[in-house]
């Protein structure tokens, strides 16, 4: 599956339009990797725990974009979109969001 952000892939022609697919992940944070993210923001340095997770729901909410696109047919989604959005205190949400297409 060719995922790009862009509306068209360059050399290729697009001979369907397959319909919108998405995904969405949530995750939760959790109460130690929360007490060392706030050590690190005194300290400095990467909250490598919180990286991670915020990985995982991407790569979740891209796998579910890419399994409704494959139901629909199509072998590429254009114009891919990823939002992040905090859900009350302990909570992220990732989607993502594009054309399903079929390219030749």
């Given amino acids: 599956m060719l995922i790009v952000t862009t509306d068209s892939i360059e050399g290729k022609r ?7 697919v998405s995904g969405d992940a ?7 990797r ?9 300290v ?7 990286e991670k997770a915020l990985r995982g729901a991407k790569d979740g909410a891209m796998e579910d974009m890419i399994a ?6 199509a072998n590429a989604i254009v ?11 302990s909570m992220l949400m990732v989607s993502a969001n594009g054309t399903a297409v079929t390219i030749e």
């Fill in 34 to 42: 929360d007490f060392f993210a706030r050590v690190r923001d005194i």
């Fill in 79 to 89: 114009g891919v979109d990823l939002d992040y959005e905090s859900i009350g205190d």
């Fill in 14 to 20: 697009i001979t369907a339009y397959k319909g919108i």
């Fill in 68 to 73: 409704d696109a494959e139901e629909l047919g």
């Fill in 26 to 32: 949530i995750v939760g944070a959790n109460m130690f």
């Fill in 44 to 50: 400095g340095g990467r909250a490598g725990g919180y």
